[in-house]
């Protein structure tokens, strides 16, 4: 039998026993956790945190008393070097985020990589994923889906980021800060052009929320209704025919434009005519965006 290339440690028992275990915990509501995390989390020697007050709550819901040590994206290089040496002494590690997975647009990355590049066993105890839920329950295409995490925060990095994903033949899943999440919409709509889309807010909290529609009368809710918590956006695939171009009057609702119109005399079917002219679209497909932003603001 060849030998491993040494490009390509295999994970090994250390000799005391050492693994890092990669620990799924709850995105909100404290139930969503395993069995076997609970039992991983009781019996590990330390856990690695990147909030140590944040994992206090879920530990002391559930009676769990264990050394805690925080790891986060501002210490990773020098913790994980610290981890791997308890580790390789024989150390039991449970890593976990604040929420969800470790290593989903979390940190965990740098330590992950280190303990496998040192022989280390390796050992992921799945469960939630914020992205995982709102897939499940968007309604969009799921067997084919592109998971995108976070984009840049910068307009023009972020603009770039999109252009690259348009042609993606899939559902594409984002997560997005709150305070960024109407421009972020916006220039999905200029990138994407107008597809199907839905916002998912604080998934499995108390506050709950999924917001269905099109990208552009989204951004437009989003600008008028400014919203806080946990979002994941996710963007259906192009339509058969092809992506419908984004609107070429900016910064205008169709009920906007529309009542704008009315308010000067026209019919409404006069007046979506016109919007529709305006901005590249059939009668039909402009009175559809009509009722989806009467759906989302009345």
Do not use: W
Request: net charge positive.
């Amino acid at each position: 039998m060849a030998t491993p290339s040494a490009s390509f440690p295999v994970a090994r028992r250390t000799p005391n026993g050492g693994c890092l275990y990669l620990v799924s915990t709850p995105i909100g509501n404290l139930e969503d956790i395993t069995l076997r995390a609970l039992r991983v989390l009781k019996e590990v020697d330390l856990i690695a945190c990147e909030d140590t007050r944040e994992t206090a709550k879920l530990l002391n819901h559930y009676g769990i008393h264990k050394r805690a040590l925080s790891y986060h994206e501002h210490n990773e290089v020098v913790r994980a070097a610290e981890i791997v040496l308890d580790l390789e002494e024989g150390a039991k590690v449970a890593l976990v985020a604040d929420a969800g997975t470790p290593g989903i647009s979390d940190p965990g990355d740098h330590l992950i990589s280190l303990a496998i590049r040192h022989g280390i066993p390796v050992v992921p105890v799945p469960g939630a994923t914020a992205f995982g839920a709102a897939l499940m329950a968007s309604g969009l295409p799921s067997g084919h889906f592109h998971f995108v995490g976070f984009l840049p925060p910068k307009r023009v990095a972020r603009r770039k980021a999109l252009k690259a994903l348009a042609a993606e033949p899939a559902t594409l899943v984002f997560y997005e800060a709150p305070h960024r999440i109407g421009e972020a919409l916006a220039d999905m709509a200029a990138a994407f052009g107008d597809r199907t889309a839905v916002l998912a807010r604080e998934v499995t909290k108390l506050h709950e929320e999924f917001l269905r529609g099109r990208l552009e009368p989204l951004a437009a809710e989003l600008k008028r209704r400014p919203v806080k918590g946990e979002i994941t956006v996710l963007v259906g695939p192009p339509d058969k025919e092809g992506a419908r171009p984004a609107p070429k009057v900016r910064g205008v609702s169709v009920r906007a434009r529309v009542e704008r119109l009315q308010k000067k005399g026209l019919s409404l079917k006069a007046a979506l005519k016109v919007v529709a002219r305006e901005l590249g679209l059939s009668r039909s497909e402009a009175y559809r965006r009509l009722q989806e932003e009467k759906a989302l603001q009345d």
